[in-house]
């Protein structure tokens, strides 16, 4: 059997459990000529215990149609919009304080997008994720 070729890869962030055939999921991949069905289904499979948070899917299509794809971690605005319990970010950015997060929330979050991260252990993706805190105008408790 001829080895595949990945023709496209196509990243989408898409709630978990929720993929349907409709946009932004048909607008996408429908070019792509891949079963639209089969895509949602398998998807909506792999994220069923995630529901409600968005999930990005990173896909690859072959040339002769098929396809397979990797879900990663959440974004870290969103996680981080979940924690502390806002709606959205700070309109001025870190000049505005919208929400405080502990550090045992921020260990979390760390934890969850450590294998998406360029880092290596939990304490440099603290730093990233509080520095992404702070851009959003959350700030982070601090050691007493």
């Known amino acids: 059997m001829a ?5 496209k890869k196509v990243g989408l962030q898409i709630q978990a459990g929720k993929a349907n055939p409709a946009p932004p999921v048909g607008t996408v991949l429908g070019p792509l000529g891949i079963n639209l069905q089969e895509f949602c289904t398998k998807y909506n499979d792999a994220t069923r215990d995630k529901m409600g948070d968005v999930v990005p899917v990173e ?3 072959y040339d002769d149609r ?3 794809f990797v879900i990663k971690t959440p974004p870290t605005s969103f996680l981080i919009k979940k924690y502390a319990k ?3 970010g700070s309109v001025k950015g870190k000049n505005e304080v919208v929400a405080t997060l502990t550090k045992e929330q921020l260990k979390e979050i760390a934890e969850i997008k450590l294998p ?3 880092c290596y252990d939990v304490e440099e993706a603290k730093k990233i994720v509080a ?3 702070q851009n ?3 700030a982070v408790e601090e050691d007493k």
Not at 3 to 7: F, R
């Open 66 to 68: 098929s396809f397979d």
């Open 131 to 133: 520095g992404t805190a």
């Open 86 to 88: 806002i709606q959205k």
């Open 3 to 7: 080895k595949k070729e990945v023709v």
């Open 136 to 138: 959003m105008g959350v």
């Open 116 to 118: 998406d991260l360029n």
């Open 59 to 61: 896909i690859s299509v």
